[in-house]
């Protein structure tokens, strides 16, 4: 069974990257992902805030989660005055 060792955003490739144990890696390319799922700027800062702050959780959605409900959820969306 393969472990986790590390998840990050690498700023360089614009990409989460997770390495397990067992030597492979996998690699999430967050621009094709926004691109796919987020249909305005507040669900793309959503997506930004999960990509900083917590990479591990923005792979878990993308890979095992439900992105769009997520986006539903949790999007508050102010108008601009």
């Known amino acids: 069974m393969k ?6 955003f690498n700023f360089d490739t614009v990409c989460v990257e997770l390495k397990f144990s067992d030597g492979t890696m996998i690699v999430i390319d ?14 793309r800062s959503e997506l930004d805030y999960l990509i ?4 591990i959780a ?3 959605l993308i890979l095992n989660g439900n992105p769009e ?7 508050e969306y102010k108008p601009l005055d």
Request: aromatic share 12%.
């Open 3 to 8: 472990h986790l060792l590390s998840c990050e």
């Open 30 to 43: 967050t621009i094709a992902v926004e691109n796919e799922v987020a249909d305005n700027m507040y669900q």
């Open 52 to 55: 900083y702050n917590d990479p």
């Open 58 to 60: 923005y792979a878990d």
């Open 69 to 75: 409900a997520y986006l539903k959820a949790v999007t």
